[in-house]
Nanobody, 115 residues
């Protein structure tokens, strides 16, 4: 089982990034997919989630209206489009997969928002 995140980096406030998470080794279409993040010195927190079929999404209040989660079943990939980034969005972003008590985490990708 692998979840491999990519797309992180350094961006100025107000900028955009798109994170990707490529999944392999499990039935991607069965899993609820989510993004979490962890800033230095803070606990890991929920960012966004998308249902297995992609019909339902949910977001943390702090990112609503700025971030969009989506998934591509053909590519076994989940995305996080991040717009209007703020310095407080700086964190390591993790991909998370969950289905019937089984879960998997990616290794994380660093996002730094700074001028």
């Amino acid at each position: 089982v692998q979840l491999v995140e990519s797309g992180g980096g350094l961006v100025q406030p107000g900028g955009s990034l798109r994170l990707s998470c490529a999944a392999s080794g499990f039935t991607f279409s069965s899993y609820i997919m989510s993004w979490y993040r962890q800033a230095p010195g803070k606990e890991r927190e929920f960012v966004a989630t998308i249902s297995s079929a992609g019909a339902e999404t949910n977001y943390a209040d702090s990112v609503k209206g700025r971030f969009t989660i989506s998934r591509d079943a053909a590519r076994n990939t989940v995305y996080l489009q991040m717009n209007s980034l703020k310095p407080e969005d700086t964190a390591v972003y993790y991909c998370y997969a969950f289905f019937r008590g089984r879960d998997h985490w990616g290794q994380g990708t660093q996002v730094t928002v700074s001028s």
